[in-house]
């Protein structure tokens, strides 16, 4: 009983997850999160 309520919990935790991270006002945020390791490398490379 306790184990199925766990996952149940678990499982409603991981699709609040996968919504919030493929919501379309957060992809400003992760598109720049994304280009950060090639700004360093062009800052490193002057």
């Not at 306790?2 to 996952?7: D, K, M, Q, R």
């Not at 699709?15 to 950060?36: E, N, T």
Request: proline share 4%; charged share 20%; glycine share 6%.
């Amino acid at each position: 009983m306790i184990s199925g309520i766990v996952t149940a919990v678990l499982l409603l935790a991981f699709v609040g997850g996968w919504i919030w991270a493929w919501s379309p006002k957060h992809k400003h945020d992760f598109d720049q999160a994304a280009r950060l390791p090639l700004e360093d490398d062009q800052e490193s490379s002057r």
